[in-house]
Nanobody, 122 residues
Framework: QVQLQESGPGLVKPSQTLSLSCTVS??????????WAWIRQPPGKGLQWIGY???????YYSSSLKTLITISRDTSNNRFSLQLNSVTPEETARYYC??????????????WGHGAQVTVSS
């Protein structure tokens, strides 16, 4: 059974860089055909897709965030990471990593981490 665990600082100052990692167990992040995603949920709001990295290393980002984010992976340690630059308090949210299953017709999230709360504040 695949398990995902987010890790990173709970508090980040405005204008700094937020870095989160997701360690995966029970599955390899290079196994076709799965993608590995980041999603967040600001307080009182719905889920927002941030982006994902594919099993072969390609990345796809939300158009609203693509100039600020980088998703990368460490295949040796079976983990992938999110870097969000120049954060503002609006980036305060619970950040989730998840696995995306890819079929011929659609994509769907089939496994989630528990989430990591990140607060942007001075």
């Amino acid at each position: 059974q695949v398990q995902l665990q987010e890790s990173g600082p709970g508090l980040v100052k405005p204008s700094q860089t937020l870095s989160l990692s997701c360690t995966v167990s029970g599955a390899s992040i290079t196994t076709p055909y799965y993608y590995w995603a980041w999603i967040r949920q600001p307080p009182g709001k719905g889920l927002q897709w941030i982006g994902y990295i594919t099993y072969d290393g390609d990345t796809y980002y939300s158009s609203s965030l693509k100039t600020l984010i980088t998703i990368s992976r460490d295949t040796s340690n079976n983990r992938f990471s999110l870097q969000l630059n120049s954060v503002t308090p609006e980036e305060t949210a619970r950040y989730y990593c998840a696995r995306v299953a890819v079929s011929a017709e659609y994509l769907y999230f089939d496994s989630w981490g528990h989430g990591a709360q990140v607060t942007v504040s001075s």
